[in-house]
């Protein structure tokens, strides 16, 4: 590397020094700096390289993701806040400052966290928070540990402009992320992000100097509503209306891991209210655990591998089924006992159950519909024609599912389901984007139905492709050690 490429890195992070405001992420920097000469090579391996080459983190899915760390590229307390003053700058020229400050934001945050930089995800909250108050506008706090689907159902719950959530959901342990919704409770899309990220570029400094300890007592501060107990129970409320175990019926035994993440409150609470047996937790992994210990990659579409202790506590209480969700608990995958062996549902497989329980067995007048992206299985569109839904096909992800979803609506089609292959799941239209937690007691329901039939999950899937075609899939993914190539 030549001396000027190696000069622009010290600079940049001496720059940083400047802006940062947690002591031990500067002192990370400081250490960093210490170890080299002023005419040492900085080799591609030294944190210096890691931490600033390259320019900021850029828009991926909704948001920003990335390893916690210090430096433009890293989730960090400076990437919150330049993630807010975009946003408020953003709203403030697309719209004024009273109507950014009376709609206000919804805030939320998972368990993650990077002791080694003091950087949480409920710091980074904080942080977001901060500055938004700032400014006058009201923040909705959901002021506990929540799983994501919170944040878009207080979206629409509180009428708010839009929200974040903190989170990095199924990714390793290292990375976090600061994921956005717009004011329709959906993931943002184009062209929403470029222009919030053109917002972020023009307020890179801070307004002000953030705290990042994460015990801030909000509740004298104007400014801030914490809605988590309320938004909650609204929310449990609404995802379970649709459920109730009939009297007399047969419910199997099933085991649930949270993957070392937030959901198994949320689980709770819903079978609970459904009057559903109680799951059965795998002690490893019931609570929120930040260095998912038993787990490198806490992604339950990993299937088998992830969730080898889960089946084997299944095994050991004697349960037919295991369900597990992902860290935030918007993933949602499940297993049954079959002859012995553990079969585990491919999302695809899923969503075919899904899309015709819902169809068959929940009453709405008019149009409705199913959406999926364009990298799942069509066999919903083929069970559309015969049943008399429409079917839509978006291009990958949620965030343009999601806003779908909210287009039919607003032309009152009812939406039955969108899924994606990846083991993501919106049941109906309390909450615009994949949710662990209803699909949870959606697929509680329709095994508790079965198996009160003498039936199983695996034979209803082979009915439900004798009659509707078999549709065959092959689905896997590369892991590429340098981002840059990816």
């Known amino acids: 590397r030549t001396m000027t490429s190696q000069q622009t890195l010290r600079q940049c992070a001496e720059a940083w020094l400047e802006m940062e405001v947690d002591q031990k992420c500067k002192q990370a920097v400081k250490a960093s700096l210490d170890e080299l000469g002023p005419e040492d090579e900085i080799p591609d391996s030294h944190s210096l390289q890691q931490w600033f080459a390259g320019g900021y983190l850029k828009f991926g899915t909704a948001g920003l993701r990335g390893r916690m760390c210090p430096g433009p590229h890293g989730v960090n307390h400076m990437a919150a806040v330049q993630l807010a003053q975009g946003i408020y700058s ?53 002021e506990n540990l929540s799983h994501t689907p919170m944040v878009p159902f207080s979206i629409k719950k509180y009428q708010a402009a839009g929200g974040i959530m903190v989170t990095a959901s199924h990714n390793p342990k290292q990375d976090n992320g600061l994921k956005m919704y717009s004011g329709r409770g959906c993931q943002i899309n184009s062209p929403l992000d470029e222009r919030i990220a053109e917002h972020m570029d023009k307020h890179r400094t801070p307004w002000l100097k ?15 509503q914490l809605i988590w107990k309320e938004a909650v129970d609204s929310y449990t409320s609404e995802i ?50 930040p260095s998912f210990p038993t787990v490198s990659f806490p992604n339950p579409e990993e299937g088998k591998g992830a969730l080898e202790l889960a089946m084997q506590a299944a095994v050991n209480s004697n349960a037919q ?19 012995g062996e ?36 069509k066999n919903l569109q083929a069970v559309g024609e015969k049943l008399g839904f429409e079917f839509y096909c978006t291009p990958t992800g949620f965030k343009n599912m999601g806003n779908k979803m909210q287009d039919l609506i607003e032309e009152g089609v009812y939406p039955l389901l969108a899924y994606e292959e990846s083991i993501g799941f919106c049941i109906g239209n309390t909450v615009l984007d994949k949710d662990g937690v209803s699909a949870a007691i959606c697929m509680a329901q329709v095994v508790y139905e079965l198996y009160s039939q003498g039936n199983s999950l695996a034979n209803h899937l082979q009915f439900l492709r004798e009659q509707f075609g078999f549709f065959a899939e092959d689905n896997g993914y590369l892991i590429s050690p340098s981002p840059s190539t990816t």
């Open 240 to 289: 379970t209306k649709q459920y109730k175990i009939r009297e007399g019926g047969q419910q199997p035994r099933i085991v649930y891991t949270a993957m070392h993440g937030v959901g198994y409150h949320f689980i709770q609470r819903a079978f609970s209210e459904c009057n559903f047996s109680a799951v059965i937790p795998v002690e490893e992994q019931v609570q929120p655990d």
């Open 210 to 224: 953030v705290n990042t300890i994460t015990d801030v007592d909000w509740t004298g501060e104007r400014c801030v």
């Open 321 to 339: 089924f295991v369900f597990a969700s992902d860290p935030d608990a918007d993933r949602f995958n499940c297993a049954e006992l079959v002859d």
């Open 342 to 377: 553990w079969k585990v549902y491919t999302g695809n497989e899923i969503g075919l159950i899904f899309g015709h329980w819902r169809a068959t067995h929940f009453k709405y007048e008019g149009r409705a519909a199913v959406v999926a992206s364009q990298v799942s299985s």
């Open 90 to 142: 953003y709203f403030e020229n697309e719209h004024d400052k009273e109507w950014i400050c009376s709609k206000g934001f919804v805030v939320g945050f998972d368990h993650r966290s990077n002791d080694a930089f003091n950087i949480s995800s409920k710091s980074l909250a904080s942080c977001i928070t901060q500055v938004l108050i700032s400014k006058g506008v009201k923040v909705f706090l959901l």
